[in-house]
């Protein structure tokens, strides 16, 4: 018994029940009120379900990095060493970018999607000076 292809197996499993419910319900026209919770056996089934999802994707997606990326380049290296930093500033970076973007009129989603990528890359940028200063190198 392999457990990756346990936990493979299961995830598309759940995959293929998940989207065979929805292409039954939405081709019958029937109610999905039964299904979005309230202690139904329709409810606890589709709990199963993605619960099933959940772990079996989240098995198999550590077994492929454990076999298949078990190794840093430089890059990698810097920023898992700027990770904790990178933890440690976030919070400022990311409001100071929403503070920022507030008054721009950019829909919803793409504001978020700029001020998320471009918190991510400030917060390590940050955390990798942050680093290279020999007093906080012990602490971030």
């Known amino acids: 018994f392999r457990p990756r292809v346990v936990a493979g197996a299961l995830a598309l499993v759940a995959v293929c ?19 979005a919770g309230g202690g139904t056996w329709q409810s606890l089934v589709l709990a199963v379900m993605e619960a099933g999802i959940v772990v079996g994707l989240s098995v198999w997606l550590l077994d492929v990095f454990r076999r298949r990326y078990d190794h840093q380049g430089p890059l990698t290296r810097g920023l898992s060493r700027a990770a904790y930093g990178a933890f440690l500033v976030h919070q400022l970076v990311l409001v100071g970018l929403v503070l920022a973007t507030r008054a721009v009129a950019w829909p919803p989603e793409l504001e978020f999607l700029v001020a998320a990528t471009l918190a991510v890359a400030c917060s390590f940028g940050l955390a990798t000076l942050l680093v290279r200063i020999p007093v906080l190198s012990r602490i971030v």
Request: proline share 5%.
């Open 17 to 35: 029940a998940v989207v065979a419910l929805a292409v039954v319900l939405m081709a019958t026209g029937s109610d999905a009120e039964p299904y």
